[in-house]
């Protein structure tokens, strides 16, 4: 961030990982988001909640909501893909970074990104099939979502979800999330969930630890 | 796009396919088995920068307030500061009410969670655009030239003046123009009618007073006539017991509107409720609650609502045993004996009169919507019970704004969807009743010399003395200064920015200039503070000692402490009016104006209102709502929160009880006594005729008029979501939300050759703007929407470049005083004139929006 690097560090960091293999972090249990993508009236108050949190300037957007619309005048529809990072369980950005920057936790799963590391090369933010990696040109450094694990810590539950003004938006344990368990007002009572919907790449790619109840237009067949 | 091509567009960009990436990790693998190196665990869990350099939570005071402007909710804030400095802010989690926890969110009493402007509060308070000391002009008015003075320079400047503009042109000289922009509260409450303002200039004896609310004057008449009363909402939480709810231009999705309506409709959709949207837009509260939409022709709901009115009563589906109960004028049998053989509701609509039956299809040739949809609607609502019909107030901002609100009465009653759970009266929505009064509160609260519609101010400021008082919308006196024309020298704004915000913003201009007194009173510098001769700053909520109550919808109290001290120089407003009192009349005024106060409160502040506070809990809220906790204790938790044991439905007692309506006959009066009774409407406040019963009166612009050969688009300004009015304009988070654009439908695009992200310009006879185009299928065609509340930044020719609708609206307010906002026809064309999304062009230079179209 803002205090200054410390080179050395970084260029061991470099040999160290061009020695080093990567297999991805099989975490003890993974913390995942569920989106009401139905329910959602698209605020954003979850996005400013976030930035607010993150000190976060102009610019960079940890959790972006996406405005779907279709249909031609007057049966038209529409609704909202809300996304930040999905700590997924193979992660795309993480392999890409030449310092070894970004870490997946071992206790719950998240993604982060060490500040000290990052130089700013930007390579994860191109690697990241959802645009989770966001460039800070105040820092000069990429940041993304973390889940506001100072939050979890604490023993609460991120800006963005406690922000929500519907409560569709929550986290949990993602295999509770995707097999219905998790106890949440998120999902409604006659819901689905699914793994992938229109408008965001193929999970398969990183494996996101997210869940979502699709609009109906929305749904992958 | 579809996943595949998404997926195989990634992997060309990435240069990696699913099997590449799989080969890079075991290759990998193999290496470490090959090069026998040793495995390292680099995974280092810490300097992340959630950790560093940002402060958690825990390390942070944490202390409770709520917002404060003018939206139609409140909701709590919670500061987390370091020292002076708020750091973050979060809201209710459940855990500050009593007996609360982390998570807590009942139903009974639900978390107050703030939307995406509360949420941006840090970029307000800390903006660039924030007034820290009192300025004077040096430049010509409007050319926005000021210099820095003291606090002295300035109070002696504004009193001076004062006194010289009372003595040279007597008591109707000062205008008043505050409004509840954002200084709402119990004890600095800044609004039109009884605010701190009104007080002082009423003492000080001279002020002309701005009658007309903005934002709903149709309704607010309407429920007057129609209830006695504009209490006429329900709690929030009653909005889940609907079985269908019509939403007549209502897009809480954008404005929230109370508390938790929005959540509990939610709750309402899981249970079964069916949503119907009345709007020219697709909103995104049709997408979220899956409603039934229902495009219309702007303006014309009040003829759609007669269609339904005879549906049901040619269908013979109207409660008959409630409106022989409760209702006056419905039909013949509900006729007041002394009104006999006039016309009533009933005859109105099969055209027993005037000959004219209002049948669907004669609603369709004015509305739009076809006749079977008509039917179909009035048939759902005559059979679902219980039903809401809510009657939003963006519909009513039109000529003959209120015959749409008592249009909207007439349907609630003859269902009989009035006073029960599930039902809906609204119409205002004001539900539950809160103690509102914190500050001084006397004979002078609300005294004035002549009081006039609030967007006819330039019209009589521009052709006094020759204006008729009908023109005004003057409102009757009982002395003999009725009906004489105001001669308006001086405007004060108090947490307002009306010359922004009032219809014909370039009549206002005009209008300004002949004024020798513009005082703005403000936390930030507005467009409006740009034409004032002197700017007053003023501390916002987060810096003086107030509590917030309910805007509408709620029911709840937030303490609001002085989070942190006033930035810059910047005072609280009641400090400001207190100490012109003072200069103006000593002691006597002084006292008057502020009693707990003495004469050195502009600078020691904190008790005084302290002592206001407590008065406030300890003698009103505590003995008259029954709240069992001290001022401490509150003052502690930073929340208190009723616990009704029922929703409050309006009118409960009124239909259960059989007590009276507030109205003269006791009744729910679609055919008003006391409109029936006028005889010389030039006396009246309104100025023109308004029919007893509601009636469909062609508006003077639609697009049903031959206007439309000239200007062919109707164009609508609601409320945006991303500012409260003009408030929020400038913080740069909210504009990574939206942008200023206007919405046209794809059709209308294409013949015009335009595509979203164009520049147009938009304009009529009164005036221009610049704003991109949004195209899309959720309009309806022939309309275009762009939202009220951009800063107006002027060209040399006097073309608005950010893009705000008050350049073409017309200040020409209905009959009962609705602001006609959306009542404009217009012209649209690409252009090569500048847009200019905000005053700061670093801060907007961002703005982009995601938004996908399939
Ligand atoms: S969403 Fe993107 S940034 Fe987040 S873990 Fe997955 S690949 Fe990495
Ligand atoms: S979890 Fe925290 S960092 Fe991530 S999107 Fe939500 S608020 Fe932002
Ligand atoms: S706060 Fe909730 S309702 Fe609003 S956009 Fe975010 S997820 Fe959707």
Sequence with gaps: MSETKDKAKIKEAV???????????????????????????GCRACEIACKDKNGLMPGPRFRRVQYIEGGTYPNVYAYKVNMSCNHCAEPACLPTCPTGAIFKRKADGIVDIDSTLCIGCRRCEAACPFGAPQFDPADNIVKKCNMCVDEIEAGRKPYCVMACMMRVLDIGQIDSIWDGELETVAVGPNDEIVRQVKNMANIELTKPSIGFVPHSKGKVK | ???????????????????????????????????????????????????????????????????AHNCGSRHMLVAHKWKDVIVRLSTDDGRYQRDG?????????????????????????????????????????????????????????????????KDTYGPTALLDQSYAG?????????????????????????????WSVPSYQATTFSSRMTFGTIEDGNEDDAFAHSKLMIMWGWNPAYTFHGGNTFMYMRMAKQRGCKFVLIDPQYTDSASAYDAWWIPIRPNTDAAMMAGMAHHIFTNNLQDQAFIDKFVQGMDAGTMPDWAEGKENFNDYILGTYDGEPKTPEWAENICGVAAKDIRKLASMYAETKPAALKASWAPGRNAYGEQYNRMAAALQAMTGNIGILGGCAEGVGKAWHAEAVAYPYDQYANIWFQSIKSDRWAHCVLNYPNVKREEIGLWQRQDETDGQIPNIKGIFWQGSDWLNQLTNINKDLEAIKKLELVVCMDSTITPSGLYADILLPIAT??????????????????????????????????????????????????????????????????????AYLREWWETKV???????????????????????????????????????????SGKIEIFSGQLAQITDWKKTMYGYEI??????????????????????????????????????NN?????????????????????????????????????????????????????????EGAWIDLDENGVDRAGNPDMLTLDEPSPAGAFAYNTVLCDIKKTDLEHRPGWDKLATSRAHVFRRDL
Excluded at chain 2, 184 to 203: A, P
Aim: some cysteine; hydrophobic content about 35%.
């Design chain 2, 1 to 67: 796009m579809s996943t595949k091509k998404t997926n195989d567009d990634l992997l060309e960009r990435l240069n990696l396919s699913r099997r590449s990436f799989l080969k890079t990790t075991a290759a990998g693998g193999a290496a470490v088995v090959a090069g026998g190196l040793v495995e390292l665990k680099t995974a280092k869990e810490a300097n992340a920068f959630a950790y560093e350099p940002y402060p958690k939570d825990d390390e942070l005071e944490t202390v409770v307030t709520s917002c």
């Design chain 2, 731 to 787: 913080c740069s988070w909210l504009r990574e939300t939206y942008e200023q654009e206007i919405t046209v439908n794809a059709s209308d695009a294409r013949r015009l050759g335009l595509k979203t992200g164009d520049i147009v310009e938009v304009w009529n006879d009164r005036g221009k703007c610049v704003v991109p185009v949004y195209v899309t299928e959720r309009c309806m065609p022939g309309v275009a929407v762009l939202h």
């Design chain 2, 101 to 165: 926890h982390f998570g807590k969110d009942s139903l009974e009493e639900p978390q107050l969670r703030a939307c995406l402007r509360g949420r941006s509060y840090r970029q307000r308070i800390y903006s660039a655009e924030r007034l820290l000391y009192p300025m004077i002009r040096v430049g010509e008015r409007g050319e926005g030239k000021f210099k820095r003075i003291s606090w002295d320079e300035a109070l002696n400047f504004v009193s001076k003046k004062m006194i010289h503009l």
């Design chain 1, 15 to 41: 040999k160290r990982v061009k020695r080093e293999t990567y297999t991805p972090v099989k975490p003890d249990t993974q913390l995942g988001f569920v989106h009401n993508n139905v329910d959602c009236i």
């Design chain 2, 182 to 210: 954002a200084s709402y509260g119990v004890l600095h409450k800044s609004d039109q009618i009884e605010g701190l303002l009104g007080r002082f200039l009423g003492m000080f004896g001279s002020r002309t007073n701005s």
């Design chain 2, 691 to 728: 029919p007893s019963i509601p009636k469909w009166i062609e508006p003077w612009e639609s697009l049903n008029s031959p206007k439309i050969k000239k200007h062919p688009f109707h164009l609508i300004s609601p409320h945006p979501r991303w500012r409260t009015h003009s408030i929020f």
């Design chain 2, 622 to 664: 505590i003995p008259h709502q029954h709240v069992d906790m001290s001022w401490d204790e509150f003052k502690q938790r930073g929340v208190y929160k009723f616990n009704l044991d029922q929703p409050h439905v309006a009118f409960r007692d009124q239909i259960e009880n059989g007590t009276s309506f507030q109205t003269a």
């Design chain 2, 541 to 610: 909520h987060f810096e003086r000692h107030d509590t917030a109550l309910p805007w509408y919808k709620g029911h709840y109290y937030i303490h609001r402490p002085k989070v942190i001290e006033p930035m810059g120089e910047s005072k609280t407003d009641l400090q400001v009016f207190t100490e012109l009192a003072y200069r103006i009349g000593g002691d006597v005024f002084g006292k008057a104006y502020n009693p707990k106060a003495s004469r050195d409160y502009f600078h020691v502040n904190d008790n005084v209102d302290e």
